[in-house]
């Protein structure tokens, strides 16, 4: 048997007036996605419980088979992993965004959690500035170190045997790209620990001020990187084998640390794949090539695109519509017509969380998901869609039994 699951990342949503009322799963042209829907089931999945943050983090575990609230320990620690960087029993790792902040009339605003899309080479010489003149304050005994990762994406280190870590399970942060346009007063870190995240989010301020970086950005007339933000921190998590869990042995596609990371704790092998960038601007043809391609090595292979995730939170519905039809077109098409060549065959399309347009924002609540093959009946709809998913009868209130359901039916 072989599988394919392809994860449109935040493409679930709710119906837009500029869409005539439709979601965008709904408006857009999706002939191969609405083909599965046709041949299997669709069904509705809720990956982000509440009593867990409605993040990629949670969605993407919960998603491939994985129960949350075992192995969860943190966003930062699965993309760490992917960096291939260890953590002993009592480091701790942190998400370290480069972002934009600015004053607004509301206060302090996060203007962007990007920082205009900040450059590898950018956010890396802004984070050695921090690295050289902060986190090699004596007082912190070398234990931090800032590791660049892509663009804003970076991570904060903190090795507990050179200086115990101040966090707990109660500290409390929180991600910036849920703060797109707020004012960020209350969003700052919590809890134990939390005063040393402050102190570093505001050094980074002090110091990028005047770094050579945003000189640079100023004179293009590009938004500033004003400082790190902090987040998403936890310590080492452990997960079985997916091949012990489920039997299927895999590899991940994807553009996006955190789902490198999670690959990699899975024991899945990663394909990098040219021109996958993690934005509107990816190459969803090469991906949809290497897909096939891998299909011959592996039993399963999983497709993950940022890209409506990203169109969600820039608010942009019709970049939503169009990266949600290109990955129809260049993935699901081409793919599930190899898929189907090789013998008996399985695939799943499903997002990991909704990511409202409204909010610009992670939401909690169901996914549609479509999965056809060998040994699926077909159901009663014909469609792909977030309102057929929200009246089907085949529902995974717990997300996690999904995998399941699909490997093992």
């Not at 590898?120 to 090699?136: D, H, N």
């Amino acid at each position: 048997m072989k599988y394919i699951i392809i994860i449109p990342d935040g493409a679930a949503d709710e119906a837009q007036e500029a869409l005539g009322g439709k979601t965008p799963l709904e408006a857009a042209a999706t002939p191969n996605m609405d083909a599965i829907a046709a041949a299997g089931v669709v069904a509705r999945a809720c990956h982000t419980p509440d009593e867990l943050p409605a993040g990629s983090e949670i969605g993407n575990l919960s998603l491939l088979g994985y129960n949350p609230f075992e192995h969860f320990t943190g966003r930062a620690p699965m993309e760490a992993a992917a960096q291939g960087i260890e953590l002993g029993p009592n480091d701790w790792a942190v998400r370290c965004n480069v972002v934009t902040v600015g004053d607004t009339v509301d206060g302090q605003t996060m203007i962007d959690f990007t920082a205009d899309h900040v450059s590898t080479e950018e956010s890396t010489a802004l984070l050695k500035s921090l690295q050289e003149e902060v986190a090699s304050d004596p007082k912190f005994r070398g234990a931090l170190e800032f590791v660049p990762g892509v663009s804003y994406r970076n991570l904060l280190i903190w090795r507990g045997d050179k200086l115990p870590a101040p966090f707990t399970a109660e500290t409390r942060t929180e991600a910036p790209h849920d703060w797109t346009d707020l004012a960020i007063t209350d969003a700052f870190p919590r809890g134990p620990g939390s005063d040393v995240l402050d102190e570093l989010m505001t050094a980074s301020a002090r110091l990028f001020d005047n770094h050579p970086a945003n000189f640079a950005r100023r004179k293009a007339g590009r938004r500033l990187a004003t400082n790190v933000w902090l987040w998403g921190q936890g310590g080492a998590p452990s997960l079985a084998p997916f091949a012990q869990e489920y039997g299927p042995r895999g590899a991940m596609i994807t553009a996006v640390d955190l789902l490198r990371g999670i690959a990699a704790l899975v024991g899945w092998d990663r394909i990098e794949v040219p021109g996958a960038t993690g934005y509107l601007d990816t190459d969803y043809t090469a991906k949809g090539r290497y897909a096939i391609d891998a299909l011959d090595k592996y039993d399963m292979v999983c497709v993950h695109v940022e890209a409506p995730d990203e169109a969600s939170h820039e608010g942009r519905v019709e970049e939503k519509v169009k990266a949600i039809e290109a990955i129809d077109r260049e993935i699901v098409g081409p793919v599930s017509e190899a898929l189907q060549a090789r013998g008996d065959w399985r695939m799943m399309i499903s997002p990991d969380h909704p990511t409202f347009l409204s909010t610009k924002k992670h939401t909690h609540g169901d996914v549609p998901v479509a999965m056809a093959g060998t040994g699926i009946d077909a159901d009663e709809f014909t469609a792909y869609g977030d309102t057929n998913a929200s009246q089907s009868s085949l529902a995974f209130d717990q997300g996690w039994d999904t995998m399941r359901w699909f490997v093992k039916k």
